[in-house]
Structures are given as structure tokens and as C-alpha cells.
């Protein structure tokens, strides 16, 4: 059973920091690509930042580039989100997201979600 649990959510003033954390279980995590989505109130899941398997692609959401900065450690089964320069239109419930391609079936699992709240 795969398990995804993210931490480090929390109320935070505008211009401020966070660092998010996926913490994985149940499964090779090295084989999974990771992924942050965010979903605020009345607006759909929209995806913030992927990273490959082997680190070797990363990819972010037009808004959020130049302020959140996805990384892993395979050894840890960990996937972080690092977000600088909050806005208040980055409050969002943020889950993390494993997702791999075996033999033609795609997998994919998701977290709980850590709510992000930016206000002053």
C-alpha cells in the first residue's frame, strides 16, 4: 500500500517562506515521478511543480516560476517544495503526487494534502 504523507503547511504572512514535505511509503520510490499540485477554494487541482525519477526533468507552473523549487532525496523517500515570496493567491490545500509507467498501466497515488495559508 503506497502512502504519501505531506507536512509543513501552515499560516504564513505574504513574502514569507515554507518548505513543504512528501514523505512516501509502500513502494520503490525511486521509480515514482513526484509531483506538487495545489487546489484552492472553488478552483480546480492545478499542478505547481514535477520532478522526474532521476531529477533529470523539472518542471513548474508559470506562476509559481522563480519562487517554489521542487527537489528529492531518493534516499530518504522524501519529495520537498520549497516556496519563497508567498502571495495570498498561493493559499491552497497542496498535495503531493506519485505517479509511474509500468508495462503499459499507469499508477498514480496521492497525498492528504498540507494547506498553505498566506495572509496578514
Known amino acids: 500500500q503506497v502512502q504519501l504523507v505531506e507536512s509543513g503547511g501552515g499560516l504564513v504572512q505574504p513574502g514569507g517562506s515554507l518548505r513543504l514535505s512528501c514523505a512516501a511509503s509502500g513502494c520503490t520510490f525511486s521509480n515514482y515521478a513526484m509531483s506538487w499540485y495545489r487546489q484552492a477554494p472553488g478552483k480546480e487541482r492545478e499542478l505547481v511543480a514535477l520532478i522526474t525519477s532521476a531529477s533529470d526533468t523539472i518542471n513548474y507552473a508559470d506562476s509559481v516560476k522563480g519562487r517554489f523549487a521542487i527537489s528529492r532525496d531518493n534516499a530518504k523517500n522524501t519529495v520537498y517544495l520549497r516556496i519563497t515570496s508567498l502571495k495570498p493567491e498561493d493559499t491552497a490545500l497542496y498535495y503531493c503526487?506519485?505517479?509511474?509507467?509500468?508495462?503499459?498501466?499507469?499508477?498514480?497515488?496521492w497525498g492528504q494534502g498540507t494547506q498553505v495559508t498566506v495572509s496578514s
Open positions: 503526487n506519485a505517479k509511474r509507467n509500468r508495462a503499459g498501466v499507469s499508477y498514480t497515488y
